[in-house]
């Protein structure tokens, strides 16, 4: 994601026909360039390609604000909150559980901001793959994109392991299932299969066939019924705590049992609780009214599952002290504790209903994300295809289904789960240096003002408005003549060297640097194996860089072409540049915190990708094709 070097725009005509030349490297002798990792597709090309590989078949637009926080809620909360409670409550947070899951969704919600945004500006069913298309170019897209694809096939795999276990647990034990939907060793390979998972991806690969309204109706009925699972939780686990004085609050080691750190340290940890709210980007070309409904659909979604997190948490790390919560089953055995016991089958009823939606929310946007990348020309065109009666890409969904049901049914993903954030996170950095980009440096060809060009000489005898004989006169514009243009910088010191002719080039170096500073503060913050002195030192070198783009991009005025890429009049991030950094500082040390054995499994899934892009989208793109959805890189290369 970051910024190799930078090509000019100014000074001389020769620029947009060496673009030109590179628009069809990918067929012709440039192919030896690296251009081609830097080209973007315009805002709009997705309906363009619509229309070409589909047949004009559309997806259908049938979603409201509902519909998208189901989605989002459904994708968001799993089953990982009936164990992930317990898990943060004893190693990290102890009774200050529930300011962990508040500090973990506002890091969640900065993230979620700049979603909003770009989901409202650049409705696609691509999501985060589509943004970093249009903002940053086609190398970083397919590595979003990619790593999306991996993410959404491992999770909705181990999803869907966890349906047989918590059925189980509902009816008394493994033994009591039917044959066919138990669990089968089979010898000589030493593998045991999970027939209902299997059977589970089967069934939601055929509801999110039969149409986008049918899936989001079953959505919502999963979603209400975990929901009201959560909602009893919190009603009556409330009613034992107060009939019991809340004994978890009591403890002679306070609030604070593992400190401050501990509780920052189990935000990290709960923060993965909500990834989920990205599966409502996905949707946006389904969606009536995107520009309004998209934002309000992700901020609902966050803000219900961020107030039930915290609220289940106050009551369970009440009902029991924390060194007792069972890490497994922390929510029933609270109860039991209590003298509940049958409070478990409803528990588990939550748990089972919560897999089926998280199931669904995840199988949702894979197929969406393979279909932007077929249309775009990365992938074959089979994963575009838009199905005439139910209007979803069905091909793309059956594909998706049947790979993690492969997964699902032989392997036991559970070793795998932590490659399942690195898409994630990775798209939630993308996202938000892509506000940084359309904020600062929108990939847009505009006219430049003479007002803050160098001083050229206008001759205006060829307006009509003069007559024939009148006296040629030269018309000098200084760089003071203008008092309206928005890129007027705010400080006078960076007002010497700022200016139309530099600006992309310079700003881009700024965000190029922040985000070294960032990889470098992150790396050494979490390298506890170097000596303190390297350490510091790297931190204030990775600080300072941030600082310094901080600085900068609060000092200079935002580009007014802005208002002109892509639909301006919907939701807008607030506190630009701040947000958005602090939200690449969060991600990308999650990111490095994965530890090393899951980047190397990441890393041979992202060189096959390398592989498939190098010999197959680099060449077929719809890019290399068709010079009218081509915007030429300003800033990259």
Known sequence: MGFAGFDSQEGNGSTSS???????GGQHGSSCSWRFLTRRKKVNSHVEDNNHNSHGVQLAKELTIPHLMAVGVGATIGAGVYVLVGTVAREHAGPALPLSFMIAGLAAALSALCYAELASR??????????????????????????????????GAAVARGITPNLAALIGGVDNLPAFLSYQHIPGIDIVVDPLAAIMV????????????????????????????????????????????????????????????????????????YIGFDAVA??????????????????????????????????????????????NTPISSAFADNGLQWAAYIINVGAITALCSSLLGGMLPQPRILMAM?????????????????????????????????????????????MVSVGTLLAFTVSAI?????????????????????????????????KKDAKKKPLVVQEDASVDYPLIPKNLAIDTFVHNGNRKKLVGCVIAFICLGVFILTFAASSTYFLSS??????????????????????????????????????????????????????????????????????????????IYVFYGRNHSSLTLDDANYTPSTFLA
Request: proline share 5%; hydrophobic share 45%.
């Open 18 to 24: 060496s673009t030109t030349t590179t628009n069809h």
């Open 122 to 155: 650049f409705p696609s069913a691509g999501s985060a793959y589509h943004y970093a298309y249009i903002c940053l170019g086609e190398g970083v897209a397919w590595l979003i994109g990619w790593s999306l694809v991996l993410e959404y096939a491992i999770g």
């Open 202 to 273: 089967f069934i939601v690969t055929w509801i999110l066939c039969t149409g986008i309204k049918e899936s989001t109706v079953m959505q919502s009925i999963f979603t209400i019924v975990n929901i009201c699972a959560l909602m009893f939780v919190i009603v009556v686990g409330g009613y034992l705590g107060f009939k019991s004085g809340w004994v978890g609050y009591g403890l002679p080691t306070g609030y604070f049992p593992f400190g401050i750190d501990g509780m920052v340290a189990g935000s990290a940890t709960a923060f993965f609780a």
């Open 282 to 327: 996905s949707t946006a070309e389904e969606v009536k009214n995107p520009q309004r409904d998209l934002p309000l659909g992700i901020a609902g979604s966050l803000s219900l599952c961020c107030g039930l997190y915290m609220i289940v948490s106050i009551v369970v790390v009440g009902l029991v002290p924390y060194y007792d919560i069972n890490p």
């Open 374 to 418: 077929g249309r775009d020309g990365l992938l074959p065109p089979f994963f575009s295809d838009i199905n005439k009666n139910s209007y979803v890409p069905v091909k793309s969904t059956v594909v998706t289904g049947l790979v993690a049901a492969t997964l699902a049914f032989f392997m036991d993903v559970s070793q795998l789960a932590g």
């Open 434 to 466: 892509s506000v940084l980009v359309v904020r600062y440096i929108p990939p847009i060809e505009v006219s430049l003002l003479p007002s803050l060009q160098e001083p050229v000489e206008y001759d205006w005898s060829h307006l009509e408005t003069f």
């Open 534 to 611: 390297v350490r510091f030192t790297l931190c204030g070198v990775g600080g300072t860089l941030v600082l310094f783009g901080l600085v900068f991009l609060t000092c200079i005025d935002q580009d007014d072409a802005r208002h002109r890429f892509g639909n301006s009049q919907g939701f807008t991030c607030p506190l630009v540049p701040l947000l958005p950094i602090i939200s690449i500082l969060i991600n990308s040390y999650l990111l490095i915190c994965l530890g090393g054995s899951t980047w190397l499994r990441v890393s041979v899934w992202l060189a096959l990708g390398v592989i």
